[in-house]
């Protein structure tokens, strides 16, 4: 019984050195283990040459004895007899693993325990395991353990590529780790080294020619740096890996060595130019859309030596504002809920909801756009416009459906700001989120009109094995919705930018967002191909915002660079026209056509868009014959009037949105002689909106300054009467701005143009 359980569980139990492999097995990076000591994990594969080698200086007959070798112990009794010292000890290979694993003084007692257990070793192993035991905890001089580690420290190569002369060094190197090592006593080391090169030839191992030359190999000088080509991604699986018990710490990752030092020489290149301007830190993911795989992991640029540089800080994984770079998430779910169509004009007016004013990255205003070309354009308004439909606590659900971890205060703390980057956000997420999109659209069509709920996960840097999906009739986002949201992503024109398409001309179709948050902090830019998916993040660690730190002028470079490392996706995402209906939508406003839209299009779109607004722009009106002139048939008789379709924007839109479409027609005013029939009031109020709580600062000489007022009118030229608690203020004509200084409080404002029509609003002025 003793026999049987004697050895001890488990064998080896040291703490070792974290190490990260790409998905080749080449080392991208390794960690010191917590005891200082360079151990590798074990390694079950121990190379051919290492073991011809270590069995030739070490143990000649150990693929024969059972674990003692009693010829090797009558010799070492009889040399240390007759130079009455120990000189030999006679140990197998068995014996000094168990030697490694229990830590036995050398004595005589120890020795026959060796011995005892070495027997049950060789009873329960086998001689392989036996070796690649020892090749992995035998020490190699200074702080390096095992032969993997000891490889990759003197050669800076892994084991399999060492040459003869290299591995007889290594295979010396246990013998006597504490006097002959790299660096010190190099001469013993060449001696040991070259005989054993001399006894492999004779062994009929290497023939004369190898031994000749492996001899003028050098033996390594001193210990040499590890590879880190993935620093970041390293820490991240220390970090992730500390939470499992005994958990390997050694990982075959999914990352591309090549492809990862591409990508950190262009970070780096970026990285030169961007510190003029006191922007330090880069970031950038490469997914594979098909596993959701890292293909590279660049959490920051690597500038140990400089501490200010912060670039130990993993950014990839660091909770971000993400700016706009959320607003393709809520275009793609407000498709899906058939709350607008792919072009539906949406409002581009100045807004103030419960006292948030968002403003346009422009400060200008459309005063109606196309829903794709707000998304394209990243207009801030519109989409504030749409969450406040969609409402912000179902997208703030949806967000962490589709695996983002970092909201952890509850959906009311962001409201509306969350589609502005009012939120934290990580890149590492951000890019799985679009790859989900893409993954699920790509899947589609393979899986006949159908969705996996685990197409939505988050990023893996490990390699797992696929799963058989499971699939469902509905998804929790539309493959149509997610096509035309990679449609209008496409588009690449901002606001005051329209020629950086030049800049950023590709082979290959790209669907890519930017984003830039409050206070020039943060800069994104994330790229989508049927095949991949790319994020990058500029800015400083210590969240300093700089100025023109934007995601289109420091992120999206960096993206487009990053893409042209990747194989050209030509083939781009196949509209799913099976999930898709063909409808009739009003060519001017985007909405479903309704029974005044004479100007149609038809068009695919969502099987939602079914139950899609139809067009609220479209009016029949009554003109003279002329048609210079809305007319009634009060004052006109009905032969004489014409009837005809009208595109009639409310008057806020219609103030900024003729402006920028000379194709827009105002709609004609009522003939003096005809008794108004609008059912629409023709007034509107821009600034302030009802409710409005507005903070007027004082001048430099202590008085409180002025508001400017705004309002619109359809009929051009007509008086509007200006009121504040019903006191006359003055009028306007034409351009209908008016400047106020209402003194702290709650007001009334009065608006009554020259037909008698009347708005009415409250507004307070705060005193701080």
Not at 449 to 464: E, F, R
């Amino acid at each position: 019984m003793l026999f049987w359980f004697c050895l001890p569980k488990p064998m080896f139990n040291s703490p070792t050195s974290y190490v990260i492999d790409d998905a080749d097995g080449q080392l991208l990076g390794a960690a010191i283990a917590s005891d200082g000591q360079w151990r590798f994990p074990h390694n079950a594969s121990v190379p051919q040459k290492f073991k011809q080698c270590i069995m030739a200086f070490e143990d000649k007959r150990f693929m024969h004895h059972p674990g003692v070798d009693i010829f090797a112990l009558a010799r070492a009794v009889k040399q240390n007899f007759h130079s009455g010292k120990v000189t030999s000890g006679g140990s197998t290979i068995t014996m000094q693993v168990i030697r490694l694993a229990t830590k036995h003084k050398r004595n005589l007692w120890n020795k026959l325990k060796e011995i005892f257990m070495a027997l049950r070793l060789e009873a329960g192993y086998t001689k392989d395991e036996i070796l690649s035991l020892y090749a992995s905890n035998a020490p190699f001089g200074t702080n390096v353990i095992g032969l993997d580690a000891a490889s990759w420290r003197y050669f800076g190569r892994s084991p399999d590529k060492l040459s003869w002369g290299e591995m007889a060094a290594m295979a010396v190197l246990p013998n006597s780790p504490s006097l002959v090592h790299p660096g010190k006593n190099r001469l013993i080391l060449l001696k040991k080294r070259n005989l054993l090169l001399d006894k492999l030839y004779h062994q009929g191992v290497i023939d004369s020619t190898t031994a000749v030359l492996a001899k003028f190999e050098p033996v390594p000088d001193r210990p040499v740096a590890l590879p880190q080509l993935a620093p970041h991604l390293l820490q991240r699986f220390k970090r992730d890996n500390e939470t499992t018990i005994h958990g390997d710490t050694r990982l075959k990752t999914t990352i591309k060595a090549t492809l990862q030092q591409q990508v950190s020489d262009v970070l780096e290149r970026h990285h030169q130019v961007l510190k003029s301007n006191e922007i330090n830190n880069i970031a950038a993911v490469v997914l594979d859309v098909e596993t959701g795989a890292a293909l590279a992991y660049a959490g920051n640029i690597s500038h140990p030596e400089d501490p200010e540089m912060e670039s130990d800080v993993d950014v990839a994984d660091a909770p971000r504002s993400p700016g706009s770079t959320l607003k393709p998430l809520l275009y793609a779910n407000m498709l899906h809920d058939g709350l607008l169509l792919p072009n539906s004009l949406m409002p581009d007016i100045p807004t103030q909801i419960a006292g948030y004013h968002p403003e346009n990255f422009d400060l200008g205003y459309d005063g109606a756009v196309p829903a794709s070309r707000a998304l394209s354009r990243s207009l801030n308004v519109p989409a504030v416009k749409m969450l406040q439909q969609f409402k912000y606590e179902r997208f703030y659900d949806v967000l962490r459906k589709m695996g983002i971890t970092t909201l952890k205060k509850p959906a009311d703390h962001y409201g509306l700001s969350l589609i502005l980057g009012g939120g934290e956000n990580t890149l590492w997420e951000l890019v799985g989120a679009y790859a989900d999109m893409a993954r699920v659209l790509n899947h589609y069509n393979k899986y006949k009109g159908k969705y996996d709920p685990a197409d939505y996960h988050n990023p893996i840097y490990n390699q797992i094995e696929n799963h058989q999906p499971e699939l469902e009739k509905n998804g929790l986002l539309d493959a149509g919705s997610i096509y035309y949201t990679l449609q209008a992503m496409e588009e690449v024109m901002r606001p005051g930018e329209e020629m950086l398409w030049q800049q950023f001309s590709s082979s290959q179709r790209i669907a890519w967002k930017t984003g830039t948050s409050f206070g020039f902090r943060d800069g994104w830019a994330i790229g989508i191909t049927p095949k991949y998916v790319v994020g990058v993040w500029v800015g400083n660690t210590d969240g300093e915002g700089r100025p023109n730190l934007t995601g289109i002028n420091t992120a999206a470079p960096i993206l487009f660079e990053i893409f042209r490392l990747l194989p050209v996706t030509l083939d781009w995402f196949e509209m799913p026209v099976s999930d898709m209906v063909k409808i009739k939508v009003c060519r001017q406003s985007g909405y479903r056509a309704g029974q005044y839209c004479d100007d149609t299009d038809e068009i695919w779109v969502p099987k939602s868009g079914l139950k899609a607004p139809v067009c609220p722009y479209h009016q029949l009106v009554h003109l003279s014959a002329d048609g210079k002139w809305q007319v009634t048939g009060n004052c006109v008789p009905p032969n004489q009037i014409i009837n005809k379709t009208w595109f009639v924007l409310p008057p806020s839109m219609e103030y900024y949105y003729k402006t920028k479409n000379y194709q827009y027609r105002v709609l004609p005013p009522f003939r003096p002689d005809c008794a108004q029939a609008e059912s629409s009031q023709p007034m509107e109020v821009i600034y302030p909106k009802d409710g409005a709580k507005i903070y007027v600062p004082l001048e430099a000489d202590g008085t409180r300054g002025r508001v400017i007022f705004n309002a619109a009118h359809r009929q051009a030229g007509v008086k509007i009467f200006w009121y504040v608690d019903d006191k006359y203020m003055g009028e306007t004509r034409g351009f209908h701005q008016f400047a106020l200084n209402p003194t702290a409080g709650k007001h009334l404002l009065t608006l009554v143009d020259g037909n008698g029509n009347t708005v009415r609003l409250g507004f307070e002025v705060l005193e701080k």
